[in-house]
């Protein structure tokens, strides 16, 4: 933690230092530690105009609440070229301008020397893309110099850190809203995508409850296209025979059309269903979904496994995504087995709120090697 402290330290008396948050939980640890260490500094809170249902009202308090006076940078027109994008290169090509396009404006309105930043300026930076994100803690972008001093920290030991600071309220928002809803959107972002995984946020809120560091949830959503995978029998053998002391009907195995092998190295995405005798959704114990996905992992590499744990309307055309795991510094995650009858019960509420959705799936993949987001 001590090494924590060090890296904002060096901030103390610089000038002109401007320290920006989106709703991200690393955004705002880093606003408020650089407000605690740095004599000159202002806060800017960046609108992308996809943030979180209630988001911005809390983001507000939080800051109100710890007497940290902000600005506010409207920066929705930069980040909207993003609706209408598809593919992960896409994405971060526009993420990428609008950054550069945030970048400027803080240089030209605020005479920003130094941007500190936590998550919003690095969606992708283990993966070595795009020169104007940064990928390391301090990057010279034209005549500013950005600064991440938490990337690649332990988000047990910051969390102490800012604890131990106490801070008047706790941080109230999700973990990965990087770009907000963009990055929850698999595939195409649409306006009405979003709007269902403003609903299927609220849905899991409001049955798992709040954020808690160390254990993570977020949704995703993708189109409901699925085609055979080539090596079908191959998986339905695997499928079978984790299950084969159990009474179950195999149903349905497809692959997501959304998720395809890339530079980004997410592979493909595997959508199983599989139900009981009577016709049920057939829920196995964690352990036996997660010796499933190691089987499935062993046979065909880069293939996150997503595994049903409620169906809905077949005509839908939306299916969700559930990431819930756990991780001390996002290095290595693995899912949690924590509230698992909560869970299955988030999808069934998921499915009956919405016709739109053909069913909720766990996302079964760990880090490593698959990533634990999808942007």
């Known amino acids: 933690m001590r090494q924590i402290e060090d890296e904002f330290a060096i901030l103390k008396d610089k000038e002109g230092v401007v320290c920006i948050a989106t709703q991200n939980y690393q955004d705002l640890i880093t606003a408020f530690l650089t407000k605690r260490m740095a004599k000159h500094s202002t806060i800017v809170f960046v609108r992308t105009g996809f943030e979180n249902d209630g988001s911005v009202e809390k983001v507000n308090e939080f800051f109100k609440q710890n007497d940290i006076k902000t600005e506010t940078l409207d920066a929705r027109t930069h980040f909207s070229v993003l609706v209408g994008k598809k593919t992960f290169e896409e994405k971060m090509e526009h993420y990428s301008d609008a950054i550069a396009s945030v970048l400027k404006k803080l240089s030209a309105e605020l005479d920003a020397k130094t941007v500190v930043a936590g998550n919003i300026f690095s969606p992708s930076f283990e993966d070595g893309l795009h ?8 990057r010279k972008i034209g005549d500013t110099l950005v600064y991440s001093p938490l990337i690649g920290k332990s988000l047990n030991h910051v969390t102490q850190l800012f604890t131990r600071m106490k801070p008047s309220m706790g941080l ?24 269902v995984i403003k609903a299927a946020d609220k849905t899991v809120e409001e049955t798992l409850g709040g954020f808690v560091p160390g254990r993570y949830f977020f949704t995703a959503v993708a189109d409901n296209i699925k085609t055979r995978p080539k090596d079908r029998s191959l998986l339905e053998s695997i499928v079978y025979n984790s299950f084969r002391n159990l009474n179950t009907v195999f149903t349905d195995i497809g692959e997501s059309v ?35 996905q190691e089987k499935i992992l062993s046979a065909s590499k ?18 969700i995504v559930l990431r819930y795991f756990e991780s001390t510094d996002f290095n290595v995650a693995i899912p949690s087995s924590q509230n698992w009858n909560r869970l299955l019960g988030v999808g069934r509420k998921i499915v009956q ?6 069913g909720c799936y766990i996302d079964l993949s760990t880090k490593p090697p698959a990533k634990i987001g999808y942007l």
């Not at 973990?175 to 709007?195: A, H, W």
């Not at 880069?302 to 299916?319: A, D, F, H, M, P």
């Open 131 to 138: 020169q104007g994100l940064v990928k390391h803690a301090q």
């Open 172 to 195: 109230p928002t999700y973990p990965f809203s990087r770009v907000g809803l963009v990055s929850q959107c698999i595939g195409l972002v649409t306006e009405e995508k979003m709007d």
């Open 258 to 292: 959304d998720l395809v092998p890339s530079m980004t190295g997410w592979g493909r995405f595997l959508l199983i269903n599989v139900k009981d005798d009577s016709g049920e959704q057939f829920m196995p114990n964690n352990s036996t979904l997660l010796t499933l």
């Open 302 to 319: 880069q293939t996150r496994v997503g595994y049903c744990i409620s169906s809905g309307n077949t005509e839908g055309k939306y299916l």
């Open 353 to 358: 709120s919405n016709d739109e959705v053909a």
